[in-house]
């Protein structure tokens, strides 16, 4: 097989160890200490593997930091379906406040918004997602729901703010005083 490109895996077996093993480390990392210190060698050490492994494959700290962001940030919240729009959003902001009061997740978001454009989108892509899932339900029920990006900066824009700059992160119930803001 000719030579990987960076950002490519190959599934599963020894790529699919690495890219865990890899994962693990980053995660393990920022728990332990402040995001700066995290370098490739450091994780390529914590991880078992050869650095120049992260460097074909990630190629910088930023790199990799959005791919770890992207694996944790996605499918880990369920969108529910309880037949109300206002009901399904409170439940899923509750579910998104309470994922982001979670020390771990706080130190890889604020490591991967602190990397780059492209670390803060990888934290937010399968969020944005799952309030569209949610609002087009809503829609194909034959109900009235925003447009995703109102609901985004409504619902999305306050919990990162309170989560990544603030020591105060957010809870479920004034979560849902969020949705009520946006529905009225």
Known sequence: MSGTTTGTTRPGGRSARVRAAVHRAVQQLLAEQPAE???????????????????RRWG???????????????GDIVVPDTGSLREDLERWVSDVATDLADPDVLA??????????????????????????ILDRERSRGGSAPEVERAADALLGPLYYRAVFTNDPPQAGWARELVDALLG
């Open 108 to 133: 890889l978001m604020r490591a991967a918004v602190g990397s780059g454009p492209e670390g803060g989108c990888a934290c937010t892509a399968d969020r944005h997602a799952q309030l569209a899932a």
């Open 60 to 74: 910088s700290v930023a790199e990799l930091l959005g791919d770890v962001a992207t694996s944790r940030f996605s």
């Open 37 to 55: 210190a995290l370098t490739l060698p450091v994780v390529a050490g914590r991880a078992g593997v050869h650095p120049t492994t992260l460097y």
